[in-house]
Each structure stands twice: as C-alpha cells, then as structure tokens.
C-alpha cells in the first residue's frame, strides 16, 4: 500500500494564526513529495516540492513554508494567515518510474 | 515553461453516450508526460488515464481512451458509455521530466443526465 494521508481534513483559522498541515505517506522510500493549493473553481497550483529529506523547492514563497523532517513526512506552515490562504490543500507523492503523481484526500483550509 | 488549456469549462453528456474533452498543452521539454485527472465532488484527485509523449500509440484505460495529437499538441479525452459516477471536474495536467513539475490546465465540469 502507498496510501497518502492528510491531517486534518477541515480546518478554520482566524487571520493571523499559524498553520501546520501534515501528509505522512505509506510504502515507499524517498517519494518525491509535493504540496499543492486549490482555491474554489479553479485548478491547482504547485506550492512546494521535495524530492528528499530537507530539500525542499519553493514556487510560490508568499507566506508558506515547508518541511520534510522525515522521510515520509510532508509538512506546510504559516507563522501568520492570511485571507488569501483559504483552499483546498492537496499533498501528492511522485511514482518514480512512471513520473505519475498520486495525491491525498485533501485538506479544505478556511481562514476568517 | 509548460501551459495547459481546456477551452471547454463545463460539458453535458446523457447516461451512455460518448463525450470529449478538449486539452492542448505547450512545453519545451521533449521529455513529458500527459495526464487527466478526475476530482469528484469529494475533491480528491484521482488518477484517470497516462500517455508518454513518446509514444505514438494512444493510452486506454477501459471506457476512457485519448486522442494524443504530438504535432499539435492536442490530448483529449474520449470517455465511453459515459455513468452517472463519470460526473466531476476533470484536468488535464503535463509534467516535465526536467522541471519536476506538474502544470495543470483550469478543468471541465462534467455533467452526466440520466
């Protein structure tokens, strides 16, 4: 099984409150790793990747930050929320000998 | 750089009948790949179908099959006997062997009468 969980899967914050979302993948050893966000209606946009632990690339630096402190662990930050960082925040991990992504359920994020 | 377009945001197809979904793409890769994603409404991403661009012969996978066009850039998506369960937004997506990165186009909304 590589099962891609994310934790949690709602979450509302006020404006300014920091942020920790987690994906944590089962199965497979150093997957590449991505971060994606979704806003309503529209499709996805590359927030992060990390192709082994603590190597991290950044698309779209803004406010977010990631981390990779472990193999298997995927995790997004805020130290401050901003309104704009309401979406749907999607983690997917990269098969390696097909270059196919593979993504988790999901976690819709509502700042207020 | 790589784009994706999907000129059609919404599409309608009745219980059983065939529907396409239009996809062009432009990258300066000649290494990539070509995707379509399902996102029901549960908004999970679900792998639909996969060409590589060197391949000439066109990817099917059961009643969704595609119609890869290299020198036009073209990647549409035929589904057949089209199911109430086929309902939900659908991407077409390319990824770049060198640039590690999966570009998205902004989707079709697919509807599905019974």
């Known amino acids: 099984s590589q099962t891609i969980h994310q934790w949690p899967a709602t979450l509302v914050q006020p404006v300014g409150s920091p942020l920790s979302l987690e994906c944590t993948v089962e199965?497979?050893?150093?997957?590449?790793l991505y971060w994606y966000r979704q806003a309503a209606g529209r499709g996805l946009q590359l927030l992060f990747y990390?192709?082994?632990?603590?190597?991290i690339s950044s698309e779209v630096p803004q406010n977010l930050s990631a981390s990779r402190p472990q193999d298997r662990q995927f995790i997004l930050s805020s130290k401050k929320l901003l309104l704009s960082d309401s979406g749907f925040y999607l983690c997917?991990?990269?098969?390696?000998?097909?270059?196919?992504?593979?993504f988790g359920p999901g976690t819709r994020l509502t700042v207020l | 750089a790589q784009t994706v377009t999907q000129s059609q945001p919404e599409m309608s197809v009745q219980e059983a009948e065939t529907v396409t979904l239009s996809c062009t793409y432009d990258t300066s890769e000649s290494d990539y790949y070509l995707f379509w994603y399902k996102q029901p409404p549960s908004r999970q991403m679900i792998l639909v179908i996969r060409q590589e661009a060197y391949k000439q012969q066109n990817a099917t996978e059961n009643r969704f099959s595609v119609n890869f066009q290299k020198a036009a850039k073209s990647f549409s998506l035929k589904i057949s006997d089209s199911q109430l369960g086929d309902a939900a937004m659908y991407f077409c997506a390319c990824y770049g062997g060198a640039t590690n990165k999966l570009i998205f186009g902004t989707g079709t909304l697919l509807a599905v009468q019974p």
């Open positions: 997917a991990r990269g098969e390696f000998f097909t270059d196919t992504q593979y």
């Open positions: 199965g497979t050893s150093n997957p590449n």
């Open positions: 990390s192709v082994g632990i603590g190597q």
